[in-house]
């Protein structure tokens, strides 16, 4: 099994800067494609970031040039730098590991992280 737990979010002001972290344990972490979804109050939830096992990356339109997945597999952490954030950008983002390549197909869920974007 894998467990993931976020940390980094908070309270930022519109154009500012967070990076959000995703510990996972267990030995399989190198086999997974790691994702960070976004959920907005009232909104579905949606694949924001992927990173796949050979370290390619993808992006939603909406964060592609601001935002930046990573990994490190010798920490099993995954990394979200998120740059000129927007008040849109405002909700809750859930780690994820999962298959995936072009696409991300979820098997585990951290419990997600808080970001409010205000001034």
């Known amino acids: 099994q894998v467990q993931l737990v976020e940390s980094g979010g908070g309270l930022v002001q519109p154009g500012g800067s967070l990076r959000l972290s995703c510990a996972a344990s267990?030995?399989?972490?190198?086999?997974?494609?790691m994702a960070w979804y976004h959920q907005a109050p009232g909104k579905q939830r949606e694949l924001v970031a992927l990173?796949?096992?050979?370290?390619?990356?993808r992006y939603a339109d909406s964060v592609k040039g601001r935002f930046t997945i990573s990994r490190d597999s010798a920490k099993n952490t995954v990394y979200l730098q998120m740059n000129s954030l927007k008040p849109e950008d405002m909700g809750v983002f859930y780690c994820?590991?999962?298959?995936?390549?072009?696409?991300?197909?979820?098997?585990?869920w951290g419990q997600g992280t808080q970001v409010t974007v205000s001034s």
């Open positions: 267990g030995s399989a972490f190198r086999l997974y494609a």
């Open positions: 990173i796949t096992t050979a370290g390619s990356t």
């Open positions: 994820s590991a999962g298959w995936g390549s072009s696409d991300h197909t979820p098997v585990y």
